[in-house]
């Protein structure tokens, strides 16, 4: 995109503005710019071929190059484990740090704090101030804190997985081991529950590092080609992917009218462990843009969220996010959920009540 608007000023002159009618001709475009392979004498064609064949070596010599990247990544994150531990260690409350661990500097901290996080701050100590009871063990809903301040994840997250998102402890990635296809696997490890019986929750990441023998041209290194969720074994009644509802249906022939209920999907975080699956027929815009979107946040919890979970907690790094561009999409029409002749009561029943 900068690339365009460089060429565009460049055309245009100095002053960055339009030229006249005058210099117009000299104004050619990339697509006139872009020489016409075919139409070169043979003997040039032929050096042309020579080059794409050298680029096809570059681009595999590339692809080791991220594969060893890979190795290092996994090195590196034997050497950060022991922090992250540390890090679960505290924010569960299984640990009090000292006074020296809890020393930190920071000039003109408080100012730069939004004002909603200083009302909040004023609010809180109000009710420690009032409180009787003991101090709260670690930092409470420290995850949840960082879903709802990180809008991708904010979009996913709904009321009633709020409740359940409470017990989250730590999220932690892990690395294909050496010698097996690239992948990466997030954990979310949960404490002891009413929702659900896994401690764990795993959503592990497929990846591709070499050129695609049909255009290997297009490659750009290491790519998520598919992802595996998990099973979640809901306690009875809680399961927030799904929503029940009565219907009423009406016998055509008789004309008699009878109560059903039906389990239907409802929007939930936790569809995240429930991905849809790449059509091996191809895949429609939506499916297309849907998988996109599952591997964009793979890498952001991987990349950003996990290594700087506590500057999203204080909202910190979202400032450096700022600069990332998000794509206004339309939403297509709900699709209606009753068949005909079925009218849907408004009664739901809550799984987290």
């Given amino acids: 995109m900068e690339a365009r608007k460089n060429e565009k000023n460049e055309a245009r002159g100095k002053g960055g503005s339009k030229g006249s009618q005058g210099d117009r001709p000299e104004i050619i475009s990339q697509v006139e710019r872009i020489p016409n392979v075919s139409a070169l004498p043979k003997a040039v064609k032929r050096r042309v071929y020579a080059l794409k064949r050298l680029q096809v070596q570059s681009a595999h010599i590339e692809a080791k190059f991220y594969e060893e990247v890979h190795e290092l990544e996994r090195k590196y994150a034997g050497l950060y484990q022991p922090i992250f531990v540390k890090r679960r260690a505290v924010v ?26 200083k009302k909040k701050a004023a609010l809180e100590e109000k009710k420690e101030d009032s409180a009787t009871a003991e101090d709260p063990k670690g930092i409470p809903e420290f995850w949840l804190t960082i879903f709802k301040h990180v809008d991708m994840l904010g979009e996913m997250l709904q009321e009633y997985d709020e409740p359940i998102l409470k017990h989250l402890q730590d999220i932690t990635v892990k690395f294909s081991p050496p010698g097996e296809p690239m992948s990466f696997t997030l954990e979310f490890h949960f404490e002891p529950n009413s929702y659900f019986s896994n401690t764990i929750l795993t959503k592990t990441y497929k990846m591709k590092s070499e050129p695609d023998s049909a255009d290997p041209f297009s490659f750009e290194g290491p790519e998520i080609v598919d992802c595996e969720g998990c099973k979640i074994d809901w306690q009875k009644g809680k399961d927030v992917t799904v929503k029940t509802i009565k219907k009423k249906q009406k016998h055509k022939g008789r004309g008699t009218v009878r109560t059903i209920t039906k389990e239907v999907p409802q929007d939930s975080f936790f569809n995240f462990f429930n991905p849809v699956k790449a059509s091996p027929d191809g895949m429609d815009e939506d499916l297309d843009f849907t998988l996109a979107t599952d591997f964009e946040i793979g890498h952001f ?10 500057l999203y ?18 939403e297509g029409e709900e699709e209606d959920l009753d068949e005909e002749g079925e009218e849907e009561d408004d009664g739901e029943i809550d799984p987290t009540a």
């Avoid at 569960?92 to 740090?97: D, F, I, R, Y």
């Avoid at 000292?98 to 996080?117: A, F, I, N, Q």
């Fill in 92 to 117: 569960s409350g299984a640990v009090e740090p000292t006074d020296e661990e809890c020393e930190w500097h920071s000039e003109g901290e408080e100012e730069e704090l939004s004002e909603d996080m």
């Fill in 313 to 330: 907690f204080t909202g910190e790094a979202l400032e450096d996010d700022e600069s990332f561009e998000e794509e206004d999409v339309e």
């Fill in 301 to 310: 919890f991987r990349e950003r969220i996990i290594p700087r979970a506590v």
